[in-house]
């Protein structure tokens, strides 16, 4: 599903989104490819948070100044006018859930994370090529789902899950 028009920044509460949220869904996808538009926005959506690469970590930031992992998700939608909402959790909850494997995944698919206790309280975007974008504590970079990344273990034991926002 694409959606289009103006993102609402999340800081102001006196107007009502211009757009209509991404309906969420527990059910896994039936793998039916999404559409060549969608593949299209996806990797726009890619590039533009792979232009954030360096950018600190800020909590609660959603912006140039710093992103924590959902701002850094619902920026990068935001600007191609997509309404996420802010918070990981929230996240894992929109869009088509999918098969947590490396091969089900497409570039701009949602990534969740159970870092500590229970519940999703990380997200990343993945990029393509078993890797995903997202802002941990060291700010916006790059990390892998591959096994033969030596440093993709942790986030491996820790993936609970891929959504798939456009369809």
Excluded: K
């Amino acid at each position: 599903m694409l959606i289009g028009g103006n993102v609402r920044n999340s800081n102001r509460t006196d107007r009502p989104p211009t757009t209509t949220p991404v309906p969420p869904s527990t059910v896994p996808s039936t793998g039916a490819p999404p559409s060549e538009e969608s593949l299209r926005v996806a990797t726009s959506i890619v590039e533009t948070a792979l232009g954030a690469m360096g950018t600190p970590y800020r909590w609660g930031g959603n912006d140039e100044n710093g992103y924590d992992c959902s701002g850094l998700i619902q920026w990068a939608y935001g600007q191609h006018g997509i309404v996420l909402p802010r918070t990981s959790r929230d996240q894992a909850r929109m869009g088509s859930a999918q098969d947590r494997t490396v091969t089900a995944l497409m570039p701009g698919d949602v990534l969740t994370f159970a870092a500590g206790g229970a519940g999703v309280s990380h997200v990343g975007l993945y990029v393509g090529d078993g890797e995903f974008i997202h802002s941990s504590s060291s700010g916006v970079r790059l990390s892998s789902l591959l096994a033969d990344d030596p440093d993709s273990r942790w986030w491996q034991q820790r993936w609970v899950g891929a959504r798939r926002i456009l369809n």
